[in-house]
């Protein structure tokens, strides 16, 4: 029982130091991108890799949860007799909850494991050692980028994940199951504001954004320099990011709230 | 008389002891590697040497023990203080650590785009100069992983001395190559060592080569390190230290075994 509690001590402050070390890595990251040259270069190729070629998965996602909405709310909607506010409930929910959250989770899987598997490797390669060697700071280098790709394309792609979801939930409600498209355009426009719901948004991408940036370069960075390590660490990223973007849209919803 | 100047350590560590967990790697090493000289560290695998090499990069704190480098104490730098080092010293990796997503020459260039402003012809020219030096042409365009084992060696040296480093730390330089390439490694490491005074440090298994090129042997074992001249140590009254040198340290001091009379005092 004693012992039990204290592994349980051991692990949690081994957790808090970790967390220590993550938060340093950050502020160095911080450092690295206020330190002239910024990587253009290197930051539009990461943008390409993290963003553009995730365009794909998030137009198909935004639209299949469109669809989605469109349907499951339409059905609950004409219970009531409300279905002329479908345009509401399916702005509101994806705009305020499901743009930034599904964005940052897909995001997390395509883009946020393969930054960690990149870094990690290169790690495990002794790239990063040999950059230091050259005096070139690899936070500087490879970490930076990468980061900032992470930080610049979420909002965009929860933006484009919300339009998306939009559209598709206009699909369903107007064009199949008949209801009038103004009256759905209207009631979006009426219900959606932007100093609430369209900055709320903007601001959960963000810190989302903030999040897997910095646990998916860390995890990489840190990683063991072996392949068992460097495929625990993308794991890892998964996992960490995940539940830090759903932990953090509980506490930002709660905080807007109050 | 001129020795202690001629022989001032460039590179020096002193009563360094390092540990991973619990497996002890050094316990009160102290050695120097001289200035305008060239070292050749030894010893079984797992000895350290590569450790070592890591230690005097800065990349791998020892956890007691000081470490100069050209005078200046490296135990207890910033990462800032240990760049400001590190552009003075030049790394041969084992394994090469090239960038793989990057070109050769996008390679070998790195270190010049980042710390000079030269412009791109003399980049080129620069590059293919440490190129060709390396017996390399006609893979600007190629990425490391298309390369055997013994290019891609070569090309890290490329890129290793293409800032023209003061110190030279080749892990392992010669493994891998074939007796050519080995001989124009050795030429080359040679003549960068006499007429630029570079210091240099490598770690090889190659026994003839190292004998023949070296000015000091540093044979690390028990956790210390021995070291003399490729002739003191083949002549070693420790019969460890002939056997680990072989046939090919008793061919060296059939050779050169007069110049043992003179060089000790
Ligand atoms: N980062 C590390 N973590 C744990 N053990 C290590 C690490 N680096 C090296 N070692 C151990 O230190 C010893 C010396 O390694 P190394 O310097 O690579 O030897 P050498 O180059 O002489 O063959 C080896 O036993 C190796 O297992
Ligand atoms: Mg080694």
């Not at chain 2, 230690?55 to 020892?62: A, E, N, S, T, V």
């Not at chain 2, 412009?119 to 190629?142: M, N, Q």
């Given at each position: 029982m004693t012992r039990g509690l204290a592994n349980l001590g051991a692990a949690t402050l081994r957790q808090i130091e970790e967390l220590g070390r993550m938060i340093r890595?950050?502020?160095?990251?911080?450092?690295?991108?206020?330190?002239?040259?910024?990587?253009?270069?290197?930051?539009?190729?990461?943008?390409?890799?993290?963003g553009v070629l995730s365009v794909a998965l998030i137009c198909a996602a935004g639209l299949t949860v469109g669809f989605v909405l469109g349907l499951q709310l339409y059905n609950t909607l004409v219970r009531f007799g409300a279905e002329d506010s479908l345009g509401t409930a399916v702005g509101l929910s994806?705009?305020?909850?499901?743009?930034?959250?599904?964005?940052?989770?897909?995001?997390?899987?395509?883009?946020?494991?393969?930054?960690?598997?990149?870094?990690?490797a290169m790690r495990t390669g002794q790239q990063l050692d040999g950059l230091r060697m050259m005096a070139i700071d690899p936070i500087h280098f490879v970490v930076m980028p990468r980061a900032m790709a992470i930080f610049f394309v979420l909002p965009l792609l929860s933006a484009l994940f919300v339009s998306l979801g939009i559209f598709g939930a206009y699909l369903i409600g107007?064009?199949?199951?008949?209801?009038?498209?103004?009256?759905?355009?209207?009631?979006?426009?009426?219900?959606?504001?932007?100093?609430?719901?369209?900055?709320?948004?903007?601001?959960?991408?963000?810190?989302?954004?903030?999040?897997?940036?910095?646990?998916?370069?860390?995890?990489?960075?840190?990683?063991?320099?072996?392949?068992?390590?460097?495929?625990?660490?993308?794991?890892?990223?998964?996992?960490?990011?995940?539940i830090a973007i759903l932990l953090a849209d509980y506490l930002l919803t709660a905080l807007w709230s109050l | 008389m001129t020795e202690v100047d001629e022989e001032s350590g460039h590179v020096e560590a002193r009563g360094v002891a390092l540990a991973f967990g619990r497996r002890e790697i050094f316990r009160d090493l102290d050695c120097r590697f001289a200035k305008g000289r060239i070292s050749v560290l030894m010893g079984g695998s797992g000895t350290g040497k590569s450790t070592l090499l890591r230690?005097?990069?800065?990349?791998?704190?020892?956890?007691?023990?000081?470490?100069?480098v050209a005078g200046q104490e490296l135990v207890g730098l910033e990462e800032a203080q240990l760049k400001a080092m590190r552009g003075r010293l030049g790394m041969l990796f084992q394994n090469g650590a090239l960038l793989d997503s990057m070109s050769v020459f996008e390679n070998v260039a790195l270190p010049l785009r980042e710390h000079t402003?030269?412009?791109?012809?003399?980049?080129?020219?620069?590059?293919?100069?440490?190129?060709?030096?390396?017996?390399?042409?006609?893979?600007?365009?190629?990425?490391?992983?298309?390369?055997?084992?013994?290019?891609?060696?070569?090309?890290?040296?490329?890129?290793?001395?293409?800032m023209e480093p003061e110190i030279l730390l080749c892990?392992?330089?010669?493994?891998?190559?074939?007796?050519?390439?080995?001989?124009?490694?050795?030429?080359?490491?040679?003549?960068?060592?006499?007429?630029?005074?570079?210091?240099?440090i490598i770690t090889s298994h190659h026994m003839a080569t190292s004998l023949r090129m070296a000015h000091r042997i540093l044979l690390l074992r028990n956790m210390g390190c021995v070291d003399g001249s490729p002739a003191q140590l083949a002549s070693s009254r420790d019969s460890a230290i002939r056997e680990f040198l072989g046939q090919d340290g008793a061919e060296y001091l059939a050779h050169h075994g007069h110049e043992l009379e003179g060089a000790e005092g």
């Open positions: 890595f950050g502020a160095r990251i911080v450092m690295a991108a206020s330190r002239p040259p910024f990587r253009w270069r290197a930051f539009m190729a990461a943008v390409y890799d993290s994806l705009i305020r909850e499901l743009g930034p959250v599904l964005t940052g989770l897909l995001v997390t899987g395509r883009a946020g494991s393969a930054i960690t598997a990149e870094i990690g107007v064009e199949l199951l008949g209801l009038d498209g103004g009256t759905f355009l209207a009631s979006l426009e009426a219900a959606v504001e932007f100093d609430t719901d369209v900055l709320q948004s903007l601001v959960k991408s963000v810190v989302f954004g903030v999040l897997l940036a910095l646990i998916a370069t860390w995890r990489g960075y840190s990683c063991e320099p072996h392949s068992a390590g460097v495929s625990r660490a993308t794991t890892s990223t998964v996992v960490t990011a995940s | 230690m005097i990069g800065g990349l791998q704190i020892p956890d007691v023990g000081s470490l100069r402003s030269l412009s791109e012809t003399e980049i080129a020219e620069r590059v293919h100069g440490r190129l060709s030096a390396v017996g390399l042409s006609d893979i600007d365009e190629l990425l490391p992983g298309e390369l055997s084992g013994g290019m891609l060696r070569r090309a890290a040296l490329a890129r290793a001395i293409v892990d392992e330089p010669f493994s891998g190559l074939d007796p050519p390439n080995v001989s124009r490694i050795e030429a080359l490491l040679t003549h960068l060592n006499r007429d630029r005074g570079l210091t240099v």
